[in-house]
């Protein structure tokens, strides 16, 4: 009796699951949008890591700059004591405009307090609203975007009776903080500033918007030790002008000597980059989702439904 060799038959093989391209047209949009979305904050954090990398390695700058920092000091001072104006509000422009000016050829602006040759001069820390920022030389366009700016023709940031230092800062930018949040601090708070090793505090004791149509100086005011803080308002009009003025408080309060030098706390834990992933991960959900395999019943019922409304 011979034995019968049976082939196994075909086996049957469950539906797979398939991209389904239509999927992909919200998916993208909704990537697209997501991005959109977490654009400010993350391109802010960028900004912020940048600037906080900058002030890191600044006392580095400053101890290996020529001339020492004692001497650069010392001639920003006799710099000031030249000074024979301040800063003036000019109506309908988005920053202030330096008046000042040396009477001392010898005494180079661009020179002073130069800790770097991007222009690096100081550091201002505004603890009221977490800002930490590094600041340049002048006021141009490009200096702006990178931190805060020394207005030229105001004393340098050094302190002594009878100056008035001014610091600006752009308001509003999608991809920086910058002053954006000025208007958030008020009288009794301070700011500090940190200059080739000195720790300067300042207690707000003004805060004012002006109009640009009553221009006013900024001028020294005689036995006072002031800073003044100028910024764009309202955001994205730049029609007015927040002015913080603090004046220098003595002796230094402890805790503004011992931060001296200290890494930034600034920026804080990128929470966009968690929530562009976790949209991701939805995303990759729904495509999922949508080329999910489909019941063999599931399908002649569908099929049904096609056909009855071809009929």
Known sequence: M??????????????KWRLNRLSLIPALMAIVGSAMFLYPDAAAWVTQ??????????????????????????????????????????????????????????LDYDHQLRASATGLMARIRIP???????????????????????????SLPVGGIGTRTVITAHRGLAEAEMFTNLDKVGEGDTFVLEVFGEVLTYKIISTEVIEPEATEAIRFQEGKDLATLIT????????????????RVLPTPTEDIEQQGSSPDVPFFPWWAVF???????????????GRPIAKGRRQKEARKALKKSR
């Open 276 to 290: 562009f992933l976790l949209s991701l991960c939805v995303i990759a959900l729904y495509v999922w989702w949508a």
């Open 49 to 106: 890591y940048n600037q906080s990398q900058i002030i890191a390695v600044y006392d580095e700058q400053v101890n290996n700059a020529e001339p020492e920092a004692t001497e650069q000091i010392r001639q920003a001072r006799l710099y000031n004591e030249a000074l024979n104006a301040g800063a003036v509000l000019d109506a309908n422009a988005n920053k202030p405009r330096g008046t000042g000016t040396s009477v001392n050829d010898l």
């Open 2 to 15: 011979r034995s019968r060799l049976v082939l196994p038959g075909p086996q049957h093989r469950g539906p």
């Open 128 to 154: 009221k609203i977490h800002l930490d920022l590094p600041i340049y030389h002048g006021t141009s366009e490009q200096t702006l975007l990178n931190g805060a700016g020394h207005l030229k023709g105001t």
């Open 232 to 247: 764009c308002t309202p955001l994205g009009i730049n029609s007015h002008r927040i002015l913080v003025t603090g004046e």
